[in-house]
């Protein structure tokens, strides 16, 4: 079983930073990529970042400037860095990863996601 838990997600001021956090935990062989989405009331679940393995990224090109994506790879462990912060920002952030499961005779990818993290921007 597999597990990914958010933090950090919290209340902050227009123009403030928040840092969040998402430790993947359970039984795995590897992780190819982790990276988190977003999603508003009302609104579909949209992609803000994602980071392979190897360290390559990817992010919504709305966010490039604001939002940093790191990983420890030691800890399982995927960081999302959110700057200059907007009231357009506030959602619920969703940790995401692809995960390599199975046995040493079968072993396959699987997606998951964590239980998500609110955001709110507002003064």
């Known amino acids: 079983q597999v597990q990914l838990v958010e933090s950090g997600g919290c209340l902050v001021q227009p123009e403030g930073s928040l840092r969040l956090s998402c430790a993947a935990s359970?039984?795995?062989?590897?992780?190819?990529?982790m990276g988190w989405y977003r999603q508003a009331p009302g609104k579909q679940r949209d992609l803000v970042a994602v980071?392979?393995?190897?360290?390559?990224?990817n992010y919504a090109d709305s966010l490039k400037g604001r939002f940093t994506i790191s990983r420890d790879n030691a800890k399982n462990t995927v960081y999302l860095q959110m700057n200059s912060l907007k009231p357009e920002d506030t959602s619920v952030y969703y940790c995401?990863?692809?995960?390599?499961?199975?046995?040493?005779?079968?072993?396959?990818?699987?997606?998951?996601w964590g239980q998500g993290t609110q955001v709110t921007v507002s003064s």
């Open positions: 995401t990863a692809e995960i390599v499961v199975g046995d040493n005779v079968r072993r396959r990818r699987e997606r998951y």
């Open positions: 359970g039984s795995f062989f590897s992780i190819v990529a």
């Open positions: 980071i392979w393995s190897g360290g390559n990224t």
